[in-house]
């Protein structure tokens, strides 16, 4: 189903991505797993992807890089790609952009530094792909160690995958990610496996090297906490879809979709007295037993009648806000609901 675009109003800045109307289905029985999800990134934006496990966050970022399973199949949308500022946006096919612009860091590093290589030469291994030499690739391999904070360079250069601690592993995927001088950093859940006081350096690193480097960044996260800390704007996804779309700061202040002002009321406040956490009652939809209606309906403390009708678009509903829901404008701030 398609709405109107949401972002349809924004000011007029070139996008470095844009994601349409992307849809992802089982190749076998051809049940949908991500509906017709658009997105866009502004330079130097972070836009934060958040939702519960199973909601279509990581088959979103991985078919951006054309890296979904072999079992699934990309059944509609398009990526659009701007190399450099004096470039338009084009359409580009996913595997031209691995490696040529955008880069991606996941959340278990272990399953992606090849156990057979020492830490820099898997860091050397983009540049080197590309043509540089040996001797210069190695030079940016130890200066992006120290750039990313792994202690001791050119000590750790020599050491292999498994000798480094969870956090470090997550340091030398983001230099790995970095030495191909992306202007997308894709993100996916790359603290979740961390411990808070590691998450919280790695979190720190992420958005100084944004802010040094002016990357772009798509962060996604289960952890409402984590992505209104990064995200300039927010994407909130259930059971595949974009439920709400806005300015991190708006859309937590004003949530205008009942499962985001779920995920805040069970996010941990940082400031005040301790208070017991609401957990969202039911669980999300198995892939292909969607209910009828809006999908979050049967989880919904607002239902009516009239949301099991037909699932509600996702609709523009101010300036650069979008929503999902048919009783959004009941859900203003002081409304009685
Ligand atoms: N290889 C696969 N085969 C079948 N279903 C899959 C596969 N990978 C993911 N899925 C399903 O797709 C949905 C979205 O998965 P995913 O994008 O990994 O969710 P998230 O990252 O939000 O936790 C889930 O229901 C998941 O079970
Ligand atoms: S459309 Fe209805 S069921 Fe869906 S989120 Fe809104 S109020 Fe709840
Ligand atoms: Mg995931």
Known sequence: MTGTNPEADMPHIEP?????NLSIATGHTGTPLVDDVSLRVDPGECLGIVGESGSGKSLTLRSVLGLLPPALDQTQGTVRFRRDKEEGLRPVAPRDLRGHGVSMIFQEPMSSLNPTMRIGDLVAAGPRARGMSRRDAAERALRLLAEVGVPHPEQRARAWPHQLSGGLRQRVMIAMALSVEPTLLLCDEPTTALDTTVQDQILTLVENLRAERGLALIFVSHDLSVISRIA????????????EQGPTHDL????????????IESMPQLQGPPVRLKTISGSPPTAGLL??????APRCPLVVD????ADPPLLDIGPHRASACLRQAEMKVGEPV
Do not use: N, S
């Open 291 to 296: 209910p009828p209606g809006c999908r979050f």
């Open 16 to 20: 470095v991505i844009e994601i349409a």
């Open 252 to 263: 937590v202040d004003d949530p205008r979709h009942p499962y985001t002002r779920a995920l």
């Open 306 to 309: 009239a949301c099991r009708q």
């Open 232 to 243: 300039d704007r927010t994407a909130v996804m259930y059971a595949g879809r974009i439920v």
